[in-house]
């Protein structure tokens, strides 16, 4: 039985060498002369670093501090004057002025052949000041009015006089007026008056005013004064009786 020789492989000298996966020096712990090979000039770009824009600062445009500044003075304005009106008040205690109509009378009630109305008016009004410390200077400019429903019969005007504290004065006052076709009006009137046995008027007044509070006259105010006013007739040259009356004032800057 023949044998057969075992075949060992053995080293040859001429083979390629077989170079290991794995760096026997670790990647980045040598440097040649002329840097590190790993890194080529040529194939990588050098890294662009983009400065960041600054914060921005919250400005605030000087209108808009105008604006503020406006605001706040217009605040401290109203305090102040709020506080002054509390203040005064308080002192003062003002109240509103009592006006009512004593007496009416027909001085002129005429239809005329051109169908307008002629009338004139005598007005007795009374005046109370309530206030203790506080004066009414009545000016000129004023207007009073007598009305019946939207027909205008008469004007007039208020004298100018001062009003002292706590004082009651009596105002007598001349009206005069004409209304242009007035047939209709006249007849209704009469009708009115031999159905209901009254006649309602309105007399209304306006009149400008300042007040004074101790030594200080303020600036000019206007009073305005609504009264109805219910008659038992339209008789000329008589006084009229006034069967109920009522009036409302107002203040108007």
């Not at 890194?39 to 990588?44: A, G, H, V």
């Not at 009416?104 to 009004?125: H, Y």
């Not at 009115?192 to 008027?201: A, D, E, V």
Request: charge should be positive; include cysteine; charged fraction near 20%.
């Amino acid at each position: 039985m023949s044998h057969h020789p075992k075949i060992h492989p053995l080293d040859d000298p001429e083979a390629t060498p077989v170079h290991p996966t794995a760096p026997l020096v670790p990647r980045g712990a040598s440097r040649s002369e002329h840097g590190d090979p790993t890194k080529d000039p040529l194939t990588q770009r050098p890294q662009r670093f983009v400065p960041l824009a600054p914060p921005r600062k919250k400005r605030r445009s000087c209108c808009y501090r105008c604006v503020c500044y406006t605001i706040c003075l217009l605040l401290l304005l109203v305090v102040a004057v709020g506080a002054t009106i509390g203040i005064l008040y308080l002192v003062f205690k003002p109240r509103l002025p009592d006006y009512s109509i004593n007496r009416l009378q027909l001085t002129q009630f005429v239809l005329n052949q051109d169908s307008s109305l002629s009338t004139a008016f005598n007005v007795t009004i009374t005046a109370k000041n309530p206030n203790e410390k506080i004066g009414i200077y009545y000016e000129d400019g004023s207007k009073i009015t007598v009305w019946y429903m939207e027909a205008k019969l008469s004007d007039g005007s208020l004298p100018k006089f001062y009003q002292g504290h706590g004082n009651t004065t009596v105002i007598y006052v001349e009206m005069t007026g004409q209304t242009q076709d007035a047939s209709g009006l006249m007849a209704t009137l009469t009708d009115q008056q031999q159905r209901t046995g009254n006649i309602p008027l309105r007399i209304r007044v306006n009149q400008p005013v300042r007040v004074k509070l101790g030594k200080l006259k303020l600036m000019e105010l206007r009073f305005l004064v609504r009264c109805g006013v219910f008659v038992d007739s339209m008789t000329t040259n008589n006084v009229i009786k006034i069967q109920s009356s009522s009036c409302k004032f107002k203040l108007r800057l």
